[in-house]
């Protein structure tokens, strides 16, 4: 099985600043990589698809980048309404392996 | 368009076992697999299993010796079962299926375990 690492596994920042998340693929997944947002008591909401491309709606601030085996999420400058938890999910092979979260906070 | 929906009882006593469906709508289960993710409160998100379209089936190692995976195609049903449920299975299950840009999701299910 594919295993995916993220981290960190929370993070305090401040608004406006930048925040960046990691996951690390054991193996190739190409860009079959997703980034997700979840807040309490809800469902994952899909920011990015594809490893880079933004899903409809979410706003420009996110953005996802690769290197590699290497997957970043990039919060150019944090709002409120961004904190909660946020976790990556590889979909190249079954099964499906998500990364084990990172609990986004305000400082 | 594509729906999943799931259903059980939001109650299940510890050492029983958990029924759960999904019912689609929107796409054959011929066509697409369909697989359970679940999230432990408090904790992460994991995929549990799925039931390919052609009616095989596979499951995480962790939960295989627990867990079982069936369907109706007729009803546009797939089925979760898992046995010797503990208060840790405490959570959200959800049923998803592949898709593009990114999987469809279930609204979700919580299930409590507890006496």
């Known amino acids: 099985d594919i295993q995916v690492t993220q981290s960190p596994a929370s993070l305090s920042a401040s608004p406006e600043e930048i925040v960046t998340i990691t996951c690390q693929a054991s193996?190739?997944?190409?860009?079959?990589l997703l980034w997700y947002q979840q807040k309490p008591g809800k469902s994952p909401q899909l920011l990015i698809y594809?490893?880079?491309i933004l899903a409809d709606g979410v706003p420009s601030r996110f953005s996802g980048s690769r290197s590699g085996t290497q997957y970043s999420l990039k919060i150019s400058r944090l709002q409120v309404e961004d904190i909660g938890t946020y976790y990556c999910?590889?979909?190249?092979?079954?099964?499906?392996?998500f990364g084990g979260g990172t609990k986004l906070e305000l400082k | 368009q594509v729906q999943l929906t799931e259903s059980g009882p939001g109650l299940v006593h510890p050492s029983e076992t958990l029924s759960l469906t999904c019912t689609v709508s929107?796409?054959?289960?011929?066509?697409?697999?369909v697989y359970w993710v679940r999230q432990p409160s408090g904790k992460g998100l994991e995929w549990m299993g799925r039931?390919?379209?052609?009616?095989?089936?596979s499951y995480n190692s962790a939960l295989k010796s627990r867990l079982s995976i069936s369907r109706d195609t007729s009803k546009n049903q797939v089925f979760l079962k898992m046995n010797s449920l503990q208060t840790d299975d405490t959570g959200t299950y959800y049923c998803?299926?592949?898709?593009?840009?990114?999987?469809?999701w279930g609204q979700g299910v919580m299930v409590t375990v507890s006496s």
């Open positions: 594809s490893a880079t």
């Open positions: 999910l590889q979909v190249s092979s079954s099964p499906w392996t």
């Open positions: 929107g796409f054959s289960l011929t066509g697409y697999s």
């Open positions: 193996q190739d997944i190409g860009s079959s």
């Open positions: 998803t299926r592949d898709g593009y840009p990114a999987p469809y």
């Open positions: 039931m390919r379209y052609n009616g095989d089936t």
